[in-house]
């Protein structure tokens, strides 16, 4: 199983005796994850130049500068699903990429299998008044479901 720093609100999360830092682990792992890479603008990172999202615009890595897809015509909400997916899909295959390189080097993975997506059940957005809500349906490898519940905007 692989993990991370845990993240709340944008910070590390403190254990409560103050001896170290939470960590994210199985689905809570993938979920902070996605939202980082989905939060995270694309081009942003020099070492990583294609990580992250246009949702707010971004960098392609060959240098055009993208304006965000943020807004509530029915063209916007499309470009926005359609982010989303390229995001999900590309996390899903850095995941791939790194279940083969473990299986090479170690004999096993490091990835569990309520970490992995199995797919992609779906991607939806809803205004509410002002507020764009974007809702996203996971399945895991061990066939539990997952959704993503987020405020873009």
Same mark, same amino acid.
């Given at each position: ?68 897809? =943020?807004? /509530? %015509?029915?063209? $916007?909400?499309? #470009?926005?699903?359609?982010?989303? @997916?390229?995001? &999900? +899909? ?8 790194? =279940?083969? /390189? %473990?299986?090479? $080097?170690?004999? #096993?993975?490091?990835?569990?299998? @309520?970490?992995? &997506? +199995? ?10 008044? /002002? ?14 479901? &997952? ?7």
């Amino acid at each position: 199983m692989s993990w991370s720093f845990q993240i709340v609100g944008g910070d590390l999360s403190p254990l409560s005796d103050q001896s170290g830092f939470g960590l994210a682990t199985g689905r809570d792992k993938t979920l902070q994850d996605l939202k980082l890479a989905l939060y995270e603008s694309m081009g942003t990172d020099p070492m990583h130049p294609d990580y992250g999202s246009l949702l707010d615009g971004g960098r392609l890595p060959n240098g055009t500068v993208v304006q965000s897809s =943020i807004g /509530s %015509d029915a063209s $916007s909400l499309f #470009r926005i699903e359609e982010e989303v @997916s390229r995001v &999900i +899909q590309d996390f899903i295959t850095r995941q791939n990429r790194r =279940i083969k /390189s %473990d299986m090479a $080097s170690f004999g #096993r993975t490091s990835i569990s299998d @309520s970490e992995i &997506i +199995q797919r992609v059940s779906s991607i939806g957005t809803k205004l509410f008044g /002002s507020k764009l809500i974007l809702q996203v349906n996971l399945v895991m490898r061990n066939n539990n479901s &997952i959704t993503i519940t987020q405020p873009l905007g």
